[in-house]
């Protein structure tokens, strides 16, 4: 009898069995890497792992696909520093794309941040905005987030009473 909890969520079975894998072998091959070997890892960590979770979570739609793209750049990050400098060929074509990836994250999180400011500034408390925050948000951080915004929406009203037309 399997788990039912293991079943909805095997994914954290799997990819650290893949990422133990891929640390192994890349300590047995005590830095004389191949491009045969380069590319092995790069695929496990790059492509299989955020695939993986991709399907293991595709019914959550497009937060998966952001997540899975997430774990791509994590996984080139950790491809680049397995493999030594001097035995990188493949590596040099890729990396770049961590940085694409990592832009497109940013400006995902800068949306988030932007909808929690524009709530809070327009009115509405705390509680309100981290109530309406995205649900790929943690609640805490959300708290977090529209407590900030709070703060400085009171600091932004003080220095308008302040310096502002009387």
Known sequence: MVNPSLRSHWFFLVAPLVVAVDLWVAHAAQGRFDRVLEAGLLFD???????????????RGRRAAVRAAALACVGIWAAVKLVPADEQHLMHYVAPLRYVGLAALI???????????????????????????????????????????????KAWLVIRRVFGRR
């Open 45 to 59: 960590l790059a492509v299989l792992v955020p695939s993986l979770y991709w399907l293991c979570y595709r019914n």
């Open 107 to 153: 400006a995902l999180e800068a949306a988030v941040v932007i909808a929690i400011y524009r709530s809070v500034f327009a009115g509405n408390s705390a509680a309100q905005a981290a109530a309406s925050a995205p649900e790929d948000l943690p609640p805490w951080a959300a708290r977090l987030m529209a407590m900030e915004a709070a703060f400085w929406r």
